[in-house]
């Protein structure tokens, strides 16, 4: 079987598909990644074969110019904790309307579809697998007569507000047929000669990462998938000090891989971290760039700050994790079993974040209410209550529970046979290689 595997060009949504590509050769099949060109190092780093298209779109130019209008209409607590019954029609219009003009055809441009599209028509994979924001993946395999499959790594907040928005529009009198993605995918589609559907957007089925407890059933078709973390955004080494178990309890400390190499905001103020830490009675590592090091005028002395270090060898080690809600370092700690403080204030962050609370597996703390004393004190509860030791563990044992990447592969090739066009027109559409 041959699959591509596409995701835009930001290495943390790209993470989330490398142990689901390692099954997939590990069985046997053909896997190619296709991205913009700026991804291409991160790709090939992690051991699979890149497929550059189109042009680099410059994710941090697409914050900066998008940024404001996308944060601003996310600041509504609903929509941030999935609440999106209450979201009222005009809010899921906006929110359409704002992330598809602004954002998903930004990272989906023209000639990133057409560079793929044209890839994947001479290829001919059997199966995509697509970054559920790089629809430019659906597009291929609609074009290609491929199957394919959306691969989730954060609850599924977007279609869900998608699918209530398209309720709302069904339920209007008269009805009301003014969707911005259907009027941006539509002339795209028709570009290669297809005609827009909803699978366009949803997939054919999605491969969820979530644990049971945090994701969303959106009555889809749906694949669970153990979420394995992959540490190699970074180098992957294990330091002389990791190799003996700590002297007292060790508390990790991190904004996550994103913020260290793109203009996207954290807006946690490092010193604020530092000064609630200060003096106690335990060891901190803190996982900082030399960037973010040089805007802390004074590193406590209980601190070990390291540019970096594997999340998956760290957090074994550590008796809780302080970070920014990000959704990869929010995994790692839920699968490891370890008790978190997750910050965060837009997209995901804060629901995941919620969830944890409710599950008794860790504490919130929203960014705009960080301070000294009220990290310190949620910090020095999750250190002295085993309550959250046990229900963090509990937590892992769900994720544990779930199919692994190298399981789940029977399935998807179970699954691209049922969706794949009438036997016998994939032989006749592939390439064919000259004889020698």
Same mark, same amino acid.
């Given at each position: 079987?041959?699959?591509?595997?596409?995701?835009?060009?930001?290495?943390?949504?790209?993470?989330?598909?490398?142990?689901?590509?390692?099954?997939?050769?590990?069985a046997?099949h053909?896997?190619?990644?296709?991205?913009?060109?700026?991804?291409?190092?991160?790709i090939?780093?992690a051991?699979?074969?890149? +497929?550059?298209?189109?042009?680099?779109?410059d994710?941090?130019?697409?914050?900066?110019?998008?940024?404001p209008?996308i944060f601003?209409?996310?600041?509504?607590k609903?929509?941030?904790?999935n609440?999106h019954?209450?979201?009222?029609?005009?809010?899921?219009?906006?929110?359409?309307?704002?992330?598809?003009?602004? #954002?998903?055809?930004?990272?989906n441009s023209?000639? +990133?579809i057409?560079?793929?599209?044209?890839?994947?028509?001479y290829w001919?994979?059997?199966?995509?697998v697509?970054?559920?924001?790089? #629809?430019?993946?659906?597009?291929?395999?609609?074009?290609?007569g491929?199957?394919?499959?959306?691969?989730?790594?954060?609850?599924?907040?977007?279609?869900?507000?998608?699918?209530?928005?398209l309720?709302?529009?069904?339920?209007?009198?008269?009805?009301?047929?003014?969707?911005?993605m259907?009027?941006?995918?539509?002339? +795209?589609?028709?570009r290669f000669?297809?005609? #827009?559907?909803?699978?366009a957007?949803?997939?054919?089925?999605?491969?969820?990462?979530?644990?049971?407890g945090?994701?969303?059933?959106?009555g889809?078709?749906?694949?669970?998938m153990?979420?394995?973390?992959?540490?190699?955004?970074?180098?992957?080494?294990?330091?002389d000090?990791?190799?003996s178990a700590?002297?007292?309890?060790?508390?990790?400390v991190?904004?996550?891989?994103?913020?260290q190499?793109?203009?996207?905001?954290?807006?946690?103020?490092?010193?604020?971290? #530092?000064?609630?830490?200060r003096?106690?009675?335990?060891?901190?590592?803190?996982?900082?760039?030399?960037d973010?090091?040089a805007?802390?005028?004074?590193? *406590?002395?209980?601190?070990r700050?390291?540019?970096?270090v594997?999340l998956?060898s760290?957090l074994?080690?550590?008796?809780?994790?302080v970070?920014?809600?990000g959704?990869?370092?929010?995994?790692?700690?839920?699968a490891?079993?370890? *008790?978190?403080?997750?910050?965060?204030?837009?997209?995901?962050?804060?629901?995941?974040?919620?969830?944890?609370?409710?599950?008794?597996?860790?504490?919130?703390?929203?960014?705009?209410?960080?301070?000294?004393?009220?990290?310190?004190?949620?910090l020095?509860?999750?250190?002295?209550?085993p309550?959250f030791r046990?229900?963090?563990?509990?937590?892992?044992?769900?994720?544990r529970?779930?199919?692994?990447?190298?399981?789940?592969?029977? +399935?998807?090739e179970?699954?691209?046979?049922?969706?794949r066009?009438?036997?016998g027109?994939?032989?006749?559409?592939?390439?064919?290689v000259?004889a020698?």
């Amino acid at each position: 079987m041959r699959v591509l595997m596409t995701s835009f060009a930001m290495d943390a949504h790209f993470a989330g598909s490398v142990p689901l590509a390692w099954a997939l050769r590990a069985a046997g099949h053909e896997v190619r990644v296709a991205s913009q060109p700026a991804l291409t190092g991160t790709i090939t780093a992690a051991g699979l074969t890149a +497929v550059p298209v189109g042009v680099d779109h410059d994710h941090d130019t697409v914050l900066r110019e998008a940024g404001p209008g996308i944060f601003a209409l996310h600041q509504n607590k609903d929509y941030l904790e999935n609440n999106h019954q209450r979201l009222g029609t005009d809010f899921l219009t906006g929110h359409m309307t704002v992330m598809t003009a602004l #954002f998903y055809s930004r990272i989906n441009s023209d000639p +990133v579809i057409d560079d793929l599209v044209e890839y994947a028509r001479y290829w001919r994979p059997d199966l995509v697998v697509w970054e559920p924001f790089t #629809f430019a993946g659906a597009v291929a395999a609609i074009a290609s007569g491929a199957a394919h499959a959306r691969l989730l790594s954060f609850p599924d907040m977007f279609l869900n507000a998608r699918m209530l928005f398209l309720e709302r529009l069904r339920s209007r009198r008269p009805p009301n047929d003014d969707d911005p993605m259907a009027d941006w995918l539509t002339p +795209v589609l028709a570009r290669f000669g297809c005609e #827009f559907g909803e699978e366009a957007v949803t997939g054919q089925w999605s491969i969820d990462q979530m644990p049971a407890g945090v994701r969303l059933s959106l009555g889809n078709p749906l694949v669970p998938m153990r979420y394995v973390p992959y540490n190699g955004l970074v180098p992957a080494v294990v330091p002389d000090w990791l190799r003996s178990a700590p002297a007292r309890p060790r508390v990790c400390v991190t904004l996550g891989v994103t913020a260290q190499r793109s203009g996207f905001p954290h807006t946690v103020a490092l010193e604020d971290l #530092f000064t609630a830490m200060r003096g106690l009675d335990v060891e901190i590592v803190a996982t900082m760039s030399a960037d973010e090091l040089a805007r802390v005028p004074d590193v *406590p002395e209980n601190v070990r700050v390291v540019e970096s270090v594997p999340l998956d060898s760290l957090l074994p080690t550590c008796s809780a994790i302080v970070h920014h809600g990000g959704a990869g370092t929010w995994a790692t700690a839920a699968a490891l079993g370890v *008790p978190q403080i997750a910050m965060g204030w837009m997209w995901d962050h804060l629901y995941r974040a919620r969830r944890l609370e409710a599950l008794g597996a860790g504490l919130h703390l929203p960014t705009d209410e960080l301070t000294p004393t009220g990290l310190r004190s949620r910090l020095v509860r999750l250190l002295r209550e085993p309550g959250f030791r046990r229900n963090a563990e509990l937590l892992s044992t769900s994720i544990r529970s779930e199919p692994s990447p190298a399981a789940v592969v029977p +399935v998807l090739e179970r699954l691209t046979e049922r969706h794949r066009p009438t036997p016998g027109t994939r032989s006749r559409l592939r390439p064919r290689v000259p004889a020698l």
